[in-house]
């Protein structure tokens, strides 16, 4: 049962946190603050991976 209402819990997550209303929440914002978050989230990922690749050898 107690596996049961986990899975109910997990599903109303779910349902409920989508990435179409995050989309919508941040271009409701303007054009421009999407456009900036996801620049920054492309640079960041970029400053990830040279940092795992040792990008700082001289």
Wanted: hydrophobic residues 60%.
């Amino acid at each position: 049962m107690k596996a049961y209402i986990n899975f109910l819990i997990v599903f109303f997550l779910m349902i409920g946190l989508t990435s179409c209303e995050l989309a919508g929440g941040i271009f409701k914002g303007g054009m421009w603050t999407g456009a900036i978050l996801v620049i920054a989230v492309i640079g960041l990922v970029i400053w990830l991976f040279t940092k795992m690749l040792g990008g700082n050898k001289s």
